[in-house]
């Protein structure tokens, strides 16, 4: 399950997500597109694909299974790369086709599904499995677009060649959904992490639950909105997101603005990438081990330790400083994110908490890059931004450790 669905989110997400940056920037140039036309049309897929979907994806998921959204998602994008090169070729057929049908099967096919997925086989595991998973969002950032951008110049710059690898491997993707992917384990007769059905389930959680706050409750939706826990937990979610989406969208030109070489600036989105990956992997051996809240803390922290870097950086060890915080810190708190999730609100609901937490985080975090923009623009200057972003990395901590394990009014309170 672990491999299956690497493999789709390397696909749906790595190639189709990343890789689409490098298609369509040589679209746009060969069809005489506007920049702004370019920047509208991801930012909206942005807004779909992470944000507007979610509900639905999760309905989906609810009703008919992981399986059945991924094959849903991946046909939907095989079905809109195929459009892209065939019949796209105005401005608001861009923004139709990939804003709204790639995006929509992104969605389907992507990170939510793939979340829940990775909650419903992994309980002792779910933080290394759920971090061994999100490496491929990582891996298919550097692969994907040097990839389709070497392909594309071997074409002759024929960016057509790039969206029909895109829907081969989308295709390929459903295909191996649906030979592989099991909803559940019990679909198989297993318990979570692979064990069989003749073992008793309380038996075979007890491992760790001294250390690890893992509910038994079967909690429902209207009982987990009611809680003080997720409500602390989506203020430090959109802490982390907003202040590493506006790092991720300024960092460039800021670091170019400071002085520094433009080779160096460009590197250092790439290696912002690279050290998420490492920090997804380190969050996942210790998010078993350590109470993940605790991690998430320390991760946001490191995180907000970059944007300092950042913010005042004098020469290139603090370039290189600020991305391995960035990064590492990003990428623990990212894959602990869906872990303390689960662990505190089973599998049950997982999709249903998600899919509202995906709308609201999406509509509340994706403002950070033009909120930086506006801020510049009046300033004249970053340091407002930085620190805001900063504020927010800050309320982030605050916030995660001000949680605690959601009870039950039957259960004893948790010492964790």
Request: proline share 3%; with cysteine.
């Amino acid at each position: 399950m672990v491999g299956t669905l690497w493999l789709v989110y390397l696909i749906n997400v790595g190639f189709v997500f990343y890789g689409s940056n490098v298609i369509n920037t040589a679209m746009v140039q060969d069809l005489g597109m506007s920049r702004k036309t370019l920047g509208a049309g991801f930012a909206l897929f942005h807004l779909i694909q992470s944000g507007l979907s979610a509900p639905f994806v999760a309905m989906i998921i609810n009703r008919r299974g992981v399986r059945f959204a991924i094959i849903l998602g991946s046909l939907i994008v095989v079905a809109g790369a195929l459009a892209m090169t065939t019949v796209v070729n105005t401005p608001w057929m861009f923004l139709a086709v990939f804003s709204v049908v790639i995006a929509l099967g992104v969605g389907f096919g992507g990170v939510l599904t793939v979340q829940t997925g990775v909650t419903f086989w992994f309980e002792r595991k779910r933080a290394l499995a759920m971090s061994l998973t999100l490496t491929a969002a990582g891996i298919g950032g550097f692969v994907a677009a040097p990839a389709l951008n070497g392909i594309i110049a071997m074409a002759g710059n024929n960016w057509r060649i790039g969206w029909f690898l895109v829907a081969g491997l989308s295709a390929a993707a459903m295909v191996i959904s649906a030979l592989f992917v099991k909803n559940r384990p019990s679909d198989l007769g297993q318990v979570p992490d692979g064990g069989t059905g003749e073992q008793k389930h309380d038996d075979y959680k007890k491992a760790g639950k001294s250390v690890i706050y893992r509910t038994d409750r079967r909690w429902t939706a209207v009982e987990v909105f009611k809680t003080a826990s997720l409500w602390l937990i989506f203020i430090s979610i959109v802490g982390f997101f907003v202040p590493y989406l506006f790092c991720v969208a300024h960092g460039v030109i800021y670091l170019i603005d400071k002085g520094f070489p433009q080779s160096l600036a460009a590197i250092s989105l790439g290696l912002i990438t690279l050290f998420s990956i490492i920090g997804r992997l380190v969050g996942g051996v210790l998010g078993d081990r350590i109470e993940p809240r605790y991690i998430w803390a320390f991760s946001v922290a490191v995180l907000a330790v970059g944007v300092v870097s950042c913010m005042y950086a004098r020469s290139p060890a603090f370039v290189f400083l600020y991305t391995i915080c960035v990064g590492f810190g990003f990428g623990a708190a990212y894959v602990l994110m869906p872990t303390i999730i689960g662990n505190y609100f089973g599998a049950q609901t997982f999709a249903s908490i998600m899919g509202t937490l995906f709308l609201l985080i999406t509509l509340f975090s994706s403002a950070s890059p033009f909120v930086g923009g506006v801020i510049h623009d009046w300033t004249g200057s970053y340091t407002a931004a930085f620190t805001g972003a900063l504020a927010f990395a800050v309320t982030s901590v605050i916030a995660i450790l001000a949680v605690r394990p959601p009870q039950a009014k039957d259960e004893p309170e948790s010492g964790i």
